[in-house]
Each structure stands twice: as C-alpha cells, then as structure tokens.
Nanobody
Framework: QVQLVESGGGLVQAGGSLRVSCAAS????????MAWFRQAPGKEREFVGG????????YYADSVKGRFTISRDNTKSTVNLQMDSLKLEDAAVYYC????????????????WGQGTQVTVSS
C-alpha cells in the first residue's frame, strides 16, 4: 500500500503562482509513475500531467502545458506541481495519483490516490 498526502493548496490571484506537493509513504521502495488530476465543482476529474518513475519523462494536458511543471524527488518520495500564470479555470481540487503502468490520462490507470488539496484562483 502507498499513502499519498497532498499539501500546498490555497488561494492565489489570477496570474500568480502556487506549488502543491504530494508526499508518499508506505511501499515507497517500489517505483511509481505519478500523476496530478484536478476536479472542479460539477466537472469530471481531469488529467493535469504526470511524471515517469525515474523523472525523465513528463506529460501535460494541453490546457496547462507551458504553465505547469511537474517534478519529483525520489529520495524524499515527493512529487511537486508548480503552477504558474494561473487562470480562473485552474481552480479545482488537485489530486495526486500513483501507479506502475506508466503515465496515462485515464484515472483508472492509477492505483493510489491522495485526498486532494483545494486550489482557489481569484480575479
């Protein structure tokens, strides 16, 4: 089992930056591909981006490409999502997810999920 805990959410003005993090515990000796998803009220959960278990490859949804950056520190079992140039439509609950089948945009691809952290963007 792997436990994931997100942190760093909060309120930010449009155009600003925020970094959310995900800390993994449990069976972290095994390697996991990691991803970030988000879900806004009344909308389906959507893929934001992902990072391969080595950190060598990152993938982003078109809506965040060029604005968001995913990184990981395997020595600390953490994954970060740096969000720049935030837009009103980026407001959502952000979830990190872990799996061992590569990075994909489907939520069913991942076996472990955090509880989410709220990101609010004000105008």
């Amino acid at each position: 089992q792997v436990q994931l805990v997100e942190s760093g959410g909060g309120l930010v003005q449009a155009g600003g930056s925020l970094r959310v993090s995900c800390a993994a515990s449990g069976r972290t000796r095994e390697s996991y591909d990691m991803a970030w998803f988000r879900q806004a009220p009344g909308k389906e959960r959507e893929f934001v981006g992902g990072i391969s278990r080595s950190g060598a490859f990152t993938y982003y949804a078109d809506s965040v490409k060029g604005r968001f950056t995913i990184s990981r520190d395997n020595t600390k079992s953490t994954v970060n999502l740096q969000m720049d140039s935030l837009k009103l439509e980026d407001a959502a609950v952000y979830y990190c997810a872990a799996g061992q089948r590569g990075v994909a945009s489907g939520s069913t691809w991942y076996d472990y999920w955090g509880q989410g952290t709220q990101v609010t963007v004000s105008s």
